[in-house]
């Protein structure tokens, strides 16, 4: 699970993956080169309640990737920006689940914005149009090359190029239009097909808008200002001030707690990001508890008990006999499996079981 975190010079793109991660990226380099990667642990206050039961010897989070990258240059006639990112990067940009696109929105006289002037919707709606373009120039170069070979090979191949031209044609109006794939709505077997372009206007997006600290009390509005006006599908907005979550991790856990008091802040922003970063990549997770350890793990939402199993170990999936279910409620409640099972709150689910989020499963398999 991999988070590209995009956004144009000066708007905060390294602070905001600093605060994710707690870690000490050069920051201030105003659109530099390098590439930053991080890993953070979903919040799951189930866990450590669980841990409280089992008293098992480790608790294991389920992990996001971050990955912070350049902000591409402006694209121009004949050349576009995206595509002059460092191979790497742009391997980076392309390979990842979802992108997190930072959109300054504070006033600092000592970090002069490129335009003179503070707007986030002009600057979200910049970058947009530079992964739009992007996405333009891919789609028409495999149309052209669809156009002069398509018709040769089997039938079958023949076949399969123009369904592809028929549905890379569709893509292409909507990217002229000026909008993204993620707002058409293909089939899923069309998605499959064109799964293999990495498109970066059909990756879900959280636009992350970069607040001042006088700015704080009127977050909502802030937000709400902006997510009304990018009605886009797979899309969320949210915002934090990156500079005080990176003062917040430098504190102790009781002066950040007075410090966010007196903020008026309702806990930190940043648990919540994560939060809505693992929920944009469409994740949800079952549990599994015992005495060595207790464990999130992320499934895609509508996965079944075979998928389950898979994730920690496609043995498990192979050998499948049943799933132990308990949701994490019935368990805190009970306070055992043991009590689980005596109360008819342990369920034996079959392979076609969809998982619930908080669904607490052993797994039972042959060998």
Known sequence: MQIAIVGLAAAGKTTVFNTLTRGHAETGGYGGIQLNVGVVKVPDD?????????????????DVT????????????????TEELPAEHLARLRDS????????????????????????????????????????????????????TGRH?????????????????????????????????????????????????QKPVLVLLNVGERDIPREAGIVAAIADRYAHEHALV?????????????????????FIDELGLHGSSLDRVIALSYRLLGLISFLTA????????????????????AAIHTDLAKGFIRAETVSYADLLELGSTAEARKHGKLRSEGKTYVVRDGDVIEVLFSR
């Open 97 to 148: 689940d979802a992108l997190l696109h930072v959109v300054r929105a504070f006033e600092d006289p000592s970090i002069p914005h490129a335009e003179g002037s503070v707007d986030p919707w002009r600057d979200l709606e910049r970058l947009d149009l530079e992964f739009i373009l992007a996405d333009l120039a891919m789609t028409e170069r495999r149309l052209d090359r669809l156009k002069a």
């Open 46 to 62: 189930r866990l450590d309640r669980l841990a409280d039961i089992f008293k098992p010897k480790k608790i294991v989070h389920a």
């Open 153 to 201: 090979g089997s039938q079958a191949e023949r076949d399969a190029n123009e369904r592809e031209e028929v549905i890379l044609t569709r893509i292409h109006q909507a990217l002229v239009e000026g909008r993204p794939i993620r707002d058409t709505a293909l089939p899923p077997e069309d998605e499959k097909a064109i799964r293999g372009f990495r498109f970066l206007t």
């Open 290 to 309: 015992g005495p060595d350890e207790v464990r999130a793990w992320p499934v895609p939402d509508g996965s079944n008990a075979v998928d389950a199993a």
């Open 238 to 258: 949210d915002a934090l001030s990156a500079k005080i979550e990176m003062e917040l991790g430098e504190l102790e856990p009781d002066e950040a707690a007075v």
């Open 66 to 81: 971050y990955v912070d990258l350049p902000a591409p240059p402006a694209s121009s006639e004949g050349r576009v920006g």
